[in-house]
């Protein structure tokens, strides 16, 4: 029987090695309920390489990256954990204006688990037949039996409109939406047992912040930012379909809704009450990307008026834009 000294040292070992893997941090919290047993396994991914269009692909050979892979193999062996390899994928991604340069990234999946059985269960179900599968995933990722219940019968019925079964998290009361333990609600809530199976995402929620409390805040400070960023979001796409409907009698003078549009989404990140309730970092992250677009905007003015591209191009580009913007 493991004494109170020997369970908190395991502890802050799990917690020190679980953060040197090149995991993101919702992997981490998955892989340390699976130690804890709340879980009965997970699917991580372990980055090999990430770029950003801006930046040079990064080199590194095959051999380090082999060097990245077996370091979290012994990781996971260290902590007793058990593993099956997955598939190595790669993903890109370009800039709407740089077509011709690309972003990406490179992972190693892994399935991993208490038991072995469990991971090779996950591995043979993991991305297959989700309206066979979908009970033994979400027994194998704690998820409450009454939300996987739900969610088996909006698949089952093919409903496009998953709301006869679920709720969405945007449909919550916004005292439950505001609570920091929604930042472990990882699964899809029934539409008649929701409060019970948030009982969960409590249980997740003050797991993860007893053992790992840096990690808690920063799952905790991006769910926040989330739900700031979504008001904007909102904003964003109401007025994006005012313009559409605008820009058919604006002649010449289409550009003035675009204009006015950076204006009040600055006005409105600017407001005092946005900026105590978003992270500085939220905060930097959208006026980085504000700048970004209101840079893009005045070059392609400039274009216009040179006659460098046309208003069809514009409108076309400005659009994609504001889609991605926050």
Do not use: C
Request: hydrophobic share 35%; glycine share 4%.
């Amino acid at each position: 029987m493991k004494t109170k000294i020997e369970s908190s040292e395991n502890e802050k070992r799990l917690v020190e090695t679980i953060e040197k893997i090149p995991i993101d941090d919702g992997n981490k919290v998955d892989l340390i309920l699976v130690w804890q047993e709340l879980k009965q396994a997970t699917e991580t991914e372990v980055n090999l390489i990430r770029w950003n269009p801006d930046e040079k692909l990064p080199q590194i050979t095959e051999e380090q990256k082999q060097i990245i892979i077996n370091n979290a193999e012994s990781t996971f062996s260290s902590l007793g954990l058990s593993f099956i390899k997955g598939k190595r994928s790669e993903s890109s991604y370009k800039y709407v204006d740089k077509p011709q340069k690309t972003g990406g990234a490179e992972n190693q999946l892994f399935y991993v688990a208490k038991k072995e059985k469990d991971a090779k269960i996950l591995s043979e179900i993991w991305q297959i037949n989700e309206n066979k599968n979908a009970g033994k995933l979400g027994r194998l990722f704690g998820f409450p039996e009454s939300a996987t219940k739900a969610y088996k019968k909006v698949l089952k019925e093919e409903l496009e409109n998953s709301e006869k079964h679920l709720i969405n998290q945007g449909n919550l009361p916004k005292d439950i939406q505001q609570e920091d333990f929604m930042a472990f609600a990882q699964f899809r809530l029934s539409k008649n047992h929701w409060q019970k199976e948030l009982e969960t995402s409590k249980k997740w929620a003050k797991e993860i912040k007893r053992l790992d409390p840096l990690l808690y805040e920063r799952v905790v400070r991006d769910h926040h930012d989330i739900l700031q960023l979504e008001t904007i979001r909102k904003f964003i796409n109401t007025s994006f379909l005012k313009i559409e409907k605008e820009l058919p009698n604006l002649k010449n003078n289409w550009l003035t809704p675009f204009n006015k549009l950076i204006n009040d989404i600055m006005a409105k990140i600017n407001n005092p009450d946005f900026k105590t309730s978003i992270s500085s970092y939220g905060y930097e992250e959208i006026l980085k990307n504000i700048e970004n677009f209101k840079n893009r905007f005045t070059t392609l003015q400039q274009e216009y008026q040179n006659k460098k591209i046309i208003p069809e191009n514009i409108k076309k580009e400005l659009f994609s834009r504001l889609r991605i913007l926050i």
